[in-house]
């Protein structure tokens, strides 16, 4: 069985695509990126900024699907820069304490044109 995730505790879908999709015991949750879901902005400026907001968004969408940071089992983390991985990284172990497996890599451009996008995957058994 699958079941869609919705909150509007993170940003809307801006594309053809569910902020999340439960499939059996696992949460697949779609890329974050640093808006603010009651404004529906980037309002954060620098990598630590938006690596903060973008990891909020994240566990937004686990807490409807009835977990938190410690049941992610995979990341895959997107930079616009790899000059920003130290202070990425910086932000992110305060949410990923478990420290997930993760995939972490810089790309040409990103959604908005944001610093940082994450997605996760977790388990809710």
Do not use: H, W
């Not at 999340?20 to 990126?33: C, E, K, N, T």
């Not at 909020?56 to 699907?65: F, S, Y």
């Amino acid at each position: 069985m699958m079941k869609k995730i919705a909150t509007d505790k993170a940003p809307a879908a801006i594309g053809p695509y569910s902020q999340g999709i439960v499939a059996g015991d696992f949460l697949f949750a779609s890329g974050q990126i640093p808006i603010v879901p009651a404004t529906g902005q980037i309002e954060a400026v620098t990598i630590e900024e938006q690596s903060k907001q973008a990891m909020e968004n994240v566990g937004a969408i686990l807490a409807e699907a009835g977990v938190s940071y410690d049941k992610v089992v995979k990341t895959t983390c997107f930079l616009a820069d790899m000059a920003d991985f130290a202070a990425f990284n910086a932000v992110y172990e305060k949410y990923f304490t478990e420290k997930p497996a993760r995939s972490c890599v810089a790309v040409k451009q990103l959604p908005k044109n944001v610093l940082c996008e994450v997605e996760v995957i977790a388990y809710l058994g």
